[in-house]
């Protein structure tokens, strides 16, 4: 706990926007807001006053920000510039983080014979960072951005899962495309079953077909290459074949 309130310290990974709004909040509480806008609401304010609201300001900000982040902003010696230092570093951060993960949602598209586990995982990595950055996706507007991404191979379950259903949701995507993979993966084990079977049965019919009288000579030419080895074995003489 940084302060009194329930308040993370910013450390420039969280949500800055959301940071902001606590800290505004925390601020307005203690009656010192206007001074990081600048702001003199009371025209008879003496500048010793307005001296110790902004001094409050500043370290209850300070207070409420990581050492590393702390480290970045030391040099500003007043809330409005701590707070336009703030904004200027990590809102333009966020914004732009937030622009590119959109574009990396909306544009994402996997090719044939990539994994659709991989597709799947990718995916919804993309909507946790943009839910970290307080951007809300329907759950509707997942389910087909998820559909829409896949391969022009999944073009019927795609059409099966939205035509004539008036609701969708993206675990039944996911299911349907777990289900799928797995159907896929045990055809391709009895594809790889049966063409062994077809070998072992083509190897039989070519040994059934042979003529009794070749495999005689082939047996009694194995007979003979036996003897001369034995043969030169015990001689330890060349032998010539002819």
């Not at 601020?27 to 806008?37: A, E």
């Not at 190897?203 to 009694?220: I, L, N, V």
Request: hydrophobic share 35%; with cysteine; proline share 1%.
């Amino acid at each position: 706990m940084s302060s009194k309130f329930d308040i993370e310290r910013f450390d420039g990974n969280t949500s800055f926007a959301l940071w902001q709004v606590c800290m505004i909040a925390i601020l307005s509480t203690l009656g010192i807001k206007d001074v990081i806008y600048g702001k003199e609401v009371d025209t008879e304010m003496t500048d010793k006053k307005w001296k110790e609201m902004d001094d409050k300001a500043l370290s209850t900000i300070q207070l409420c920000l990581s050492d590393a982040t702390l480290q970045e902003v030391l040099s500003k010696m007043t809330a409005m510039g701590l707070w336009k230092k703030l904004e200027e570093t990590y809102m333009k951060k966020y914004l732009t983080n937030r622009l590119w993960l959109k574009l990396c949602l909306y544009t994402l598209h996997t090719a044939e014979g990539t994994s659709i586990s991989n597709h799947i995982a990718e995916f919804t990595s993309i909507l946790n960072d943009l839910g970290k950055l307080d951007v809300k996706v329907k759950d509707e507007d997942q389910t087909l951005l998820l559909l829409c991404s896949l391969p022009t191979s999944y073009k019927s379950l795609r059409d099966m899962m939205v035509y004539g259903r008036e609701k969708i949701s993206l675990e039944d995507v996911k299911g349907n495309l777990q289900s799928k993979l797995h159907l896929d993966n045990k055809m391709t084990s009895v594809d790889k079953g049966s063409q062994g079977v077809g070998l072992v049965a083509e190897r039989r019919r070519f040994r059934d077909k042979t003529p009794m009288g070749s495999r005689s000579r082939s047996k009694s030419k194995h007979r003979i290459l036996h003897a001369i080895i034995v043969r030169r074995r015990d001689t330890q003489r060349p032998i010539v074949l002819s």
